[in-house]
C-alpha cells in the first residue's frame, strides 16, 4: 500500500499473489549460491515434497530441487537447506491445495452479505462468493509479515485506483482496491509465498488482482479472518 491521493485519506501500508499452486511466479537471484552438503531438520519432508526419494540424507539432486524452489520463492539463504522455512512454505501449500473449492467449509465468511471478498490469513488463501456461492478462487495471497499485519474484521472498498504508485515506499500497486485504512488488494510480481509478506496489503498476482477488479467495485464487502502463521 502506499499514500492515497484522496482527500482526507491517509494511506497507512504497502505491497498483493500467484496462480495456480503449481505455477508460482520466479525470482532469480542476484548471484548463484553453493550447495549445502548438510541435511536439514526437516529432510524426509522436503523430500517428499519434491518428489524425491525419502531417504533423510542430503543428496546433490536433494540440494538442487531444494536450492531451484527457494529460488523460485524467495527464500534466503537459497543453498538447498531444508529447514524451516523452506518446509513452513511446502506446509502452507499443501494445506492450500487441500482447501480444494471449499475455501468457506468452515462458514467464518459471512455469506448474508452478497458479494464478498474473503481473507484467511491463517492459510493465506482469498476468494470472492456471494452468498453461498463461490464466485472466483480461492488463489494464494500474501499479507502482511510481523509488525505489519493485515488488519482483520469486516471492511468495505472505499477506493479503487487501477494505476496506484506509493509515495511512501516508492513502489507500483497495479489493481489497487483499498479496503482498510491504505491496505488493498493490488498485484505484484512476487511469488505469493516469497517471506516474510507485505506491509499490510494483500498482494496478488496479476491475473488474480486483474480478476478482482473486474468482479468488486466500491462499496463492496471485504473480510478479514484468521493469523498468518509467523505473525
Keep these: 500500500m502506499g499514500d492515497i491521493r484522496r482527500r482526507g485519506v491517509v494511506a497507512l501500508g504497502v505491497t498483493g499473489l500467484v496462480a495456480p499452486l503449481a505455477l508460482a511466479l520466479t525470482a532469480a537471484p542476484a548471484q548463484a549460491a553453493s550447495c549445502t552438503t548438510q541435511k536439514g531438520p526437516y529432510q524426509k519432508q522436503v523430500e517428499k515434497f519434491l518428489g524425491r526419494p ?3 540424507r542430503q543428496s546433490a ?6 536450492q531451484a524452489f527457494q529460488r523460485r520463492h524467495g527464500i534466503t539463504p537459497d543453498i538447498g537447506y531444508a529447514g524451516s ?23 467464518k465468511c459471512p455469506v448474508n452479505k ?5 481473507v484467511n490469513l491463517t492459510l493465506q488463501l482469498s476468494w470472492i462468493q456471494d452468498g453461498k ?7 494464494p495471497v500474501r499479507t502482511g509479515r510481523n509488525g ?9 472498498i472505499y477506493w479503487r485506483d487501477i494505476d496506484h504508485v506509493s509515495n511512501l515506499y516508492d513502489v507500483s500497486m497495479p489493481y489497487s482496491q483499498f479496503f482498510d485504512g491504505g491496505q488493498a488488494f ?14 499490510g496489503c494483500v498482494n496478488m498476482t496479476g491475473k488474480d488482482a486483474k480478476k478482482y477488479w473486474s468482479l468488486l467495485k466500491n462499496g463492496d464487502d471485504v473480510f478479514v479472518y484468521g493469523r498468518k502463521p509467523g505473525t
Design 133 to 139: 456461492k463461490l464466485v472466483y478462487g480461492p488463489v
Design 114 to 118: 452478497g458479494r464478498i471478498a474473503c
Design 54 to 56: 525419502v531417504d533423510g
Design 148 to 156: 505489519y499485519e493485515t488488519r482483520t474484521g469486516l471492511k468495505k
Design 61 to 66: 539432486a536433494d540440494c538442487k530441487a531444494t
Design 186 to 199: 493490488h498485484s505484484v510480481g512476487l511469488s505469493m509465498w516469497n517471506p516474510p509478506g507485505s506491509h
Design 85 to 107: 522455512v523452506t518446509w513452513g512454505v511446502m506446509d502452507l501449500m499443501n494445506k492450500q491445495k487441500a482447501v480444494g473449492n471449499k475455501p468457506n467449509k468452515d462458514g
